[in-house]
């Protein structure tokens, strides 16, 4: 009652986060004494009431309440109204949850080994393996620089609320700006008498300002990048930064001077000398602490308070100048950079040491930088090595660039989140691309994804991208887990077995494994290929996995659990490699379709080929049964749709229909309907990849559809309902087909091995329906014809009378 009445909960997410709390030692040792008490296995029924029981014990204090009574079940029924307590059936279903996790063989009892190995693995999934806040690689990005650069890039700056990337050059009195998706030139802004040295953007004022060694501050309109204003300065500034709380623009100069400026009346406001014995190199406004940073050749990094333009904090531990700073909003943290080989990071909030020194640079350092929202942090040195931080843990998670991607002499860089990829600056631009899980909105994976699927069982789609198997949650299509590497080469096929609670992959070396859902443990290895595995599919309601490769091979074997795999059938019948297969319970029929444009039809009840179409014009590159209708649907390369009949239909092995995939339909239904095509079509068809029947629940109007998918992207939904009215095609009665198809094979049978025998038969007997009529002299019963189907006489060859009668009587009977 329990199982009937939670089966919809335990289809939920995740039924095992509940239990998992309460799974405390006390009673996982309970639950270990009821395993070895059974003798170390327990049904499904054994386990809820034993899970129930130990967790009940170790919480019956904490619970409290009116009195309480147990069933035989395991769950409490109050004593006032006898109705079950709505808590304790929450946690039955999710104990039935559990049990399922755990029986990924669905063989109906789990050992003690196999739930511990289970609790084990629900530990390691949520390891660094299994995260989707992972931190990944950044790889070289297919976009280069087109543009032409006189001079080293000296500084880059990305502008956020422009989307726009300043490329600030050596000598040069013009600074260019850049479009940053496409790494195009949108214009280049001149107007300085020096050399400009470094910007940053003003925010409300749509400006962005930019210092020179022409000791001015330029303001530009972003608008159209028109001078609004020109501030004089005393010294050569070479940073600056803007405080949107006191709405005032702050620079370091050349001296260790650090200025305060009003935009308003375009003046000095303020200004401190004499805190910094050297050049002030970077600015870096702390809004979390309402503290500026500013990073001197002098060593020392200095926090100040904007107000009062005095120094609060100095941090001290650089053995050489500093010239980058960034800040993390998320783990609150300071980092520094600068002519040392190490990258430090600070506490603000204690001035004493560094917290970390993130070493393994073995040149200068020219920047560092985090990405807002994650733990990434990016330091980079003069010889273009760049190395990506965890700032969970500071430990080096990739290490790349360098003299092989000339960007050797690299001078600065910066991050771009939007666009998630970093850009760096030298000789020439160079980006990076971030090679995220979810790869952004637009995408799923940015390695291509090779098979998806989905597992109504948990209301998950799980999709397989090179070697990594990623989940998402039907409900809100988020991504929650990532299994990495779980296979040892490329993955190529993939589908899920029948209960939902494991996955099987091939791939490239033509191995095929039972993984499972929860942690990507391989469980079962099965026969190799000797190619690599194109398609895999399991015979529901068995036990048997069907596996394909692109050597023409395909393999029939089982898959009992713990115990190893069995070869039951392999065929050779493609010339070549074999595309795509489906399988249907139903109709017990496996059609494979290969490159050699056939398609074999197998029979799973004797394993033997059954049917072979080998006169297709194209590649087959889909199959997929109707098998309510005793159809095949069946899509090659050329762009062409053909539907077929097969067993047990009177009319098996006939093309009922065909299509052309065309680029341009009016209207689908209609071209469905035709009955020919022309054969001089204006547009050559688009090569078909996929097809798949949906049939629609019971209970609903059965209008099947027929979806294809196109070498062009493009997904078609099919009605084929006029075509079903027009050719009379409905649902079959298969165990009437099947019984009809089985008495003509044994009238087939019987005329070819026994039709000798009646020409030396003395003496015949004839039946009409539910009538005998004996002729004399029959001895002994020899054989039978069965009826004819509009259930006309049949004739038997006797030899006994009442051995005949009684057949006569059981055919009618059946009939």
């Not at 999710?94 to 003690?112: C, K, M, N, T, Y």
């Not at 390369?637 to 047990?648: A, E, F, H, I, T």
Request: net charge neutral; aromatic share 8%; charged share 25%.
């Amino acid at each position: 009652a329990v199982e009937d009445g939670s089966a919809s909960s335990s289809r939920g997410k995740a039924p095992t986060d509940q239990v998992m709390t309460s799974l405390s030692a006390e009673v996982l040792e309970a639950a270990k004494e009821e395993f070895m008490a059974r003798g170390g296995a327990l049904s499904l029924d054994e386990f809820v009431k034993a899970t129930l029981r130990c967790m009940d014990a170790a919480d019956r204090e904490a619970r409290g309440g009116g009195p309480m009574r147990k069933s035989a079940s395991g769950i409490r029924f109050h004593a006032s109204n006898s109705g079950p307590d709505p808590a304790d059936v929450d946690r039955a279903a999710a104990v039935i949850g559990l049990f399922r996790s755990v029986d990924v063989h669905g063989e109906g009892s789990i050992s003690w080994e196999e739930m511990s190995n289970y609790l084990i693995e629900a530990g390691l999934s949520g390891s660094e393996q299994f995260t989707v806040d992972s931190i990944k690689t950044y790889e070289p990005s297919p976009i280069a620089d087109q543009s032409k650069h006189e001079n080293n890039v000296e500084r880059l700056v990305y502008v956020q609320p422009l989307d726009t990337l300043v490329c600030l050059s050596q000598s040069s009195r013009s600074f260019r700006l850049y479009e940053p998706h496409r790494l195009t030139l949108k214009q280049e802004v001149a107007g300085h008498r020096g050399s400009v040295i470094n910007c940053c953007y003003i925010e409300g004022w749509n400006q962005l300002a930019t210092t020179s060694a022409d000791m001015t501050i330029c303001m530009w309109d972003t608008m159209n990048y028109v001078l609004r204003n020109r501030i004089t300065t005393k010294d050569v500034q070479l940073c600056a930064e803007w405080d949107a709380s006191s709405r005032s623009l702050f620079s370091g100069s050349i001296d260790g001077t650090l200025s305060r400026w009003s935009l308003e009346h375009m003046c000095l406001a303020d200004a401190r000398r004499g805190q910094h014995k050297k050049a002030i190199n970077d600015l870096l406004m702390v809004d979390d602490i309402g503290l500026l940073a500013s990073a001197s050749s002098d060593g020392s990094i200095l926090m100040w308070d904007t107000e009062l333009m005095r120094p609060k904090k100095a941090f001290k531990g650089h053995k050489k100048g500093t010239f980058s700073l960034a800040y993390s909003n998320e783990y609150r943290c300071l980092l520094t950079a600068g002519l040392d080989q190490e990258a430090l990071v600070w506490n603000p909030y204690v001035e004493r040491v560094p917290i970390f020194r993130l070493r393994g640079h073995t040149h200068s350092l020219c920047g560092i930088a985090v990405v807002p929202g994650t733990p990434q942090i990016l330091s980079a040195d003069v010889a273009g090595t760049f190395r990506l931080w965890d700032m969970r843990n500071f430990r080096c998670v990739q290490s790349f660039g360098g003299p092989d991607t000339r960007g050797n002499d690299l001078n600065s860089f910066c991050m771009m989140p939007p666009h998630r990829r970093l850009v760096a600056g030298g000789c020439r631009l160079m980006m990076y691309d971030y090679m995220d899980e979810a790869g952004g909105e637009s995408i799923t994976d940015t390695k291509g994804v090779a098979d998806s699927l989905y597992n109504p069982h948990v209301g998950e789609f799980y999709t397989v991208s090179k070697r990594t198997v990623k989940a998402w949650s039907a409900d809100s299509g988020v991504l929650f887990k990532v299994m990495r590497d779980i296979a040892k080469q490329e993955i190529t096929a993939a589908c899920l077995a029948d209960i939902g609670h494991k996955m099987y992959l091939g791939d490239a070396a033509g191995r095929v494994a039972a993984h499972s859902l929860n942690t990507g443990r391989v469980l079962t290895e099965f026969f190799h290929h000797a190619s690599d595995i194109s398609s895999l599919a399991v015979w529901r309601g068995t036990k048997m996995l069907i596996s394909s490769s692109w050597d023409g091979v395909v393999k029939v074997q089982t898959d009992m659990g713990s115990r190893k795999p069995q070869m039951k059938a392999e065929f050779h019948h493609h010339r070549d490699g074999v595309s795509c297969l489906s399988c249907s319970p139903e109709l017990m029929l496996l059609a494979t379709g290969g490159t050699d444009m056939q398609v074999c039809v197998y029979d799973l009840k004797t394993l033997k080929l059954e049917k072979r179409f080998d006169k297709l014009p194209h590649v087959v590159a889909g199959l997929d049964f109707l098998s309510a209708r005793c159809l095949l649907a069946v899509a090659d390369q050329g762009g062409l749709l053909s539907l077929w009949r097969v067993r047990p239909h009177p009319d098996k092995w006939t093309r009922v229909h065909y299509l052309r995939n065309a680029l341009i339909m009016p209207s689908l239904g209609r071209e469905l309907q035709l009955a020919r095509i022309p054969e001089a079509p204006q547009r050559p068809p688009i090569p078909l990849s996929a097809v798949l029947f949906a049939v629609p629940p019971p209970g609903e109007p059965q209008e099947p559809r027929l979806y294809t998918a196109d070498t062009k992207g493009r997904l078609r939904c099919w009605d084929i309902t006029p075509l079903c009215e027009r050719r009379e095609i409905v649902d079959c009665d298969l165990p009437a087909l099947f019984e009809q198809e089985r008495v003509m094979q044994l009238r087939r049978a019987q005329g070819g091995h026994y039709g000798h025998y009646l020409k030396h038969v003395s003496s015949m007997v004839a039946f009409d329906t539910g009538l005998a009529q004996q002729t004399p002299g029959a001895r002994g019963h020899k054989s039978v014809a069965n009826p004819e189907p509009d259930g006309g006489a049949f004739i038997t060859a006797l030899g006994d009378e009442e051995a005949a009668c009684k057949a006569v009587h059981r055919d009618a009977r059946r009939r």
